[in-house]
């Protein structure tokens, strides 16, 4: 059916999938494959809060953003590993925080992606809501309302929460220095960065990156 989202991590035979015997029509299919043990606990996580299988209206923008792909087709694409985590993360967040409050069709749904998909996009760049409401032609305040009913957290906390998953997962997976991690996610001042870091995850970046730890 259109519209439908399949979720899996591969060989997981509790979520294997067949063409029905019966099936008169191909399957076409948007399809987009991870690799990696903190992919593999998301997916996890997302099937067993959700199924694996849903649904979401074409105009979502994971949706827009993998027909983006389309253009590209028979071709290799390298992305840098900092491209590929904003993909990630962007396609994961855009998924999960819709189904946390289990609406696809509310009038704020698409207010709220375009603004997720904005944060993402200018990761490295110290935006502010008032930027973001600005290049969307809304209001604050009213960009605000939409996030607190959407998502129960206002566009600033959600800016902070999508920096600190990506500088913790920039943290773990290269030998960057503390100081260009909080550049790549829009901070001039690496204190800064430290304490908004520490404040998420209860440690620093240091403290982190020496533990090993990887916080729930």
Same mark, same amino acid.
Request: charged fraction near 25%; hydrophobic fraction near 40%.
């Given at each position: 059916m259109a519209g439908t989202v399949f979720i899996h991590n591969h060989y997981d035979p509790h979520t294997s999938y067949y063409y029905p015997p019966e099936g008169s029509k191909p399957w076409v299919f948007l399809w987009i494959?991870?690799?990696?043990?903190?992919?593999?606990?998301?997916?996890?996580?997302?099937?067993?809060?959700?199924?694996?299988i849903f649904t979401l209206p074409e105009n979502h923008p994971v949706i827009k953003r993998m027909r983006a792909f389309k253009g590209l087709e028979s071709t290799v694409q390298v992305l840098s590993p900092l491209n590929a985590a904003g993909l990630v993360m962007s396609i994961f967040t855009g998924v999960s925080d819709r189904?946390?409050?289990?609406?696809?069709?509310?009038p704020y749904s698409e207010l709220v992606g375009q603004a997720q998909s904005l944060i993402v996009e200018n990761m490295a760049e110290p935006i502010s809501i008032t930027e973001i409401a600005d290049k969307m032609q809304v209001s604050r305040e009213h960009l605000s309302r939409a996030f607190r009913r959407q998502i129960d957290a206002s566009p600033q906390e959600?800016?902070?929460?999508?920096?600190?998953?990506?500088?913790?997962?920039?943290l773990r997976n290269t030998s960057y220095s503390c100081k260009e991690i909080a550049e790549r996610v829009g901070y001039d001042? /690496?204190?800064?960065?430290?304490?908004?870091?520490?404040?998420?995850?209860?440690?620093? /970046?240091?403290t982190?990156?020496?533990?090993?730890?990887? /916080?729930?």
């Open positions: 494959s991870f690799d990696g043990k903190s992919l593999e606990a998301m997916v996890a996580d997302l099937v067993k809060r959700y199924g694996c189904l946390e409050k289990g609406i696809l069709d509310n959600y800016i902070i929460r999508v920096k600190m998953q990506f500088a913790q997962d920039i001042s /690496p204190s800064c960065f430290n304490r908004a870091f520490k404040r998420v995850y209860g440690m620093t /970046p240091q982190m990156r020496k533990s090993g730890i990887i /916080p729930e």
